[in-house]
């Protein structure tokens, strides 16, 4: 039967050393869960503690409101997906899948039932008599998947499970995972490092950094409205200015400094007025329909990449963070090719301007979004 899974406080420490100083996360009964994070911040560290193959510092992980820090992974009713969890080599698909079934001394009707319904949903059934070798890296991750779903877990965890398939297999997986576990309904937290596979199968995310729980959202959430500087950094590719904001009551002014202000009406009724950072993605400029408004822009270099196309502009007179770093100055602004209607150069002098409802306001100081309605976890 799917569980939900409450961590509270969870602490995780090597020696002197703390990797996780304070977590709490609830993930929802069947939910697909993912932990999102650049290498290092502590995704396989609390992935290891749920599975129990961790040692948990302080706080508490439950499953269904039972308390599961003292039990034993083996008693834990997890099925397992890791990177380097193989399948066994001298067994074939059908008896890999059986293993954990014996295990579980499920009685062999019932286990026969199990092995083949499981071996038609993840599609390796033509594949029952072959040994492993024989496999490509996509069906052999199909019988791990069908392996670890076998047993009926209560949670289903997988670390980097798509990690060693090439980019086209990637994208097929990805779809079977989500599509499999919809249709058995258990709760799976899911840890990549890849944002577009977390934006691409998740009905949340949470985004990891140094050890903290950065923000807990839907994909649209977390790409729309992030909580905070490191989210907007860490997921798309944001260009990022200062600006002042000014004024009070329901309309506000940001000012770039450059010349350019827009008025904005989604800006938290208790936001002082001061120095903001505004996070711009590629698609959230427009070319200026008059040119005297707008940033005043240099097309300094294009990508073309088929649907749209990326161009590096330089944009005059706004002071960027981390300002030491010239690339740093460059935003990156998308044009979509199914409805441009003209083109633009490398070379081109443009001016932009920012769709005041997408673009995104955080504290100058904290990070934190200034925009309404924003949260660090829904
Ligand atoms: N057994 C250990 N002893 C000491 N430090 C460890 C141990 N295992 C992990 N760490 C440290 O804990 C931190 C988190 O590691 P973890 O493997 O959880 O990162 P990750 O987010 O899964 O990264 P990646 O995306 O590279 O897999 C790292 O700094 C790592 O060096
Ligand atoms: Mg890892």
Redesign the pocket.
């Known amino acids: 039967m799917s569980k939900d899974i409450i961590i509270e406080h969870a602490v995780k420490r090597?020696?002197n050393?703390t990797?996780i100083p304070d977590l709490s996360a609830q993930i929802r009964n069947s939910e697909l869960f993912t932990l999102l994070?650049?290498?290092?911040?502590?995704?396989?560290?609390?992935l290891r503690m749920i599975a129990g193959f961790n040692s948990i510092e302080g706080g508490t992980i439950s499953f269904s409101g039972q308390v599961i820090n003292k039990i034993p992974a083996h008693k834990r009713n997890i099925g397992m997906v890791f990177q380097d969890y193989a399948i066994f080599p001298h067994l074939t698909v059908e008896q890999n899948i059986r293993y954990g079934l014996k295990e579980h001394k499920v009685p062999k009707p019932e286990a026969d039932a199990r092995v083949e319904s499981i071996m038609k949903l993840t599609k390796i059934d033509i594949y029952r008599d072959r040994l492993p070798e024989n496999l490509s890296g996509g069906q052999q991750q199909r019988v791990a998947l069908a392996r670890a779903i076998a047993i009926h877990p209560d949670v289903l965890l997988m670390?980097?499970p798509l990690c060693n398939l090439d980019a086209k297999l990637r994208v097929e997986m990805r779809g079977v995972i989500r599509d499999i576990q919809k249709e058995i309904g258990i709760t799976t937290v899911y840890?990549t490092?890849d944002q577009e596979e977390a934006l691409a199968i998740s009905d949340r995310i949470a985004v990891?950094n140094r050890?903290e729980i950065q923000q807990i959202a839907s994909p649209h959430t977390i790409y729309t409205r992030p909580y905070n500087l490191f989210v907007a950094d860490f997921i798309g590719h944001s260009g990022f200015a200062y600006a002042q904001l000014k004024g009070k009551g329901p309309v506000r002014t940001l000012d770039f400094g450059n010349g350019y202000s827009v008025e904005m009406d989604n800006i938290k009724a208790d936001a002082p007025e001061g120095r903001v950072i505004v996070g711009i993605r590629p698609e959230e400029f427009c070319v200026s329909k008059d040119p005297s408004r707008g940033f005043k822009s240099h097309i300094s270099k294009s990508t073309y990449l088929g649907k749209y196309v990326i161009y590096f502009v330089d944009i005059k007179g706004v002071e960027c963070p981390k300002g030491e770093d010239d690339a740093e100055d460059v935003f990156e602004i998308s044009q979509d090719l199914g409805t441009a209607t003209s083109l633009l150069k490398v070379g081109d002098d443009v001016s932009f301007e920012v769709y005041p409802h997408k673009i995104n306001v955080f504290d100058a100081a904290s990070g934190v979004s200034l925009i309404e309605g924003t949260s660090h976890e829904e």
């Open positions: 090597y020696g050393l990797i994070g650049p290498s290092g911040c502590g995704k396989t560290t609390l670390d980097e840890v490092h990891m050890g």
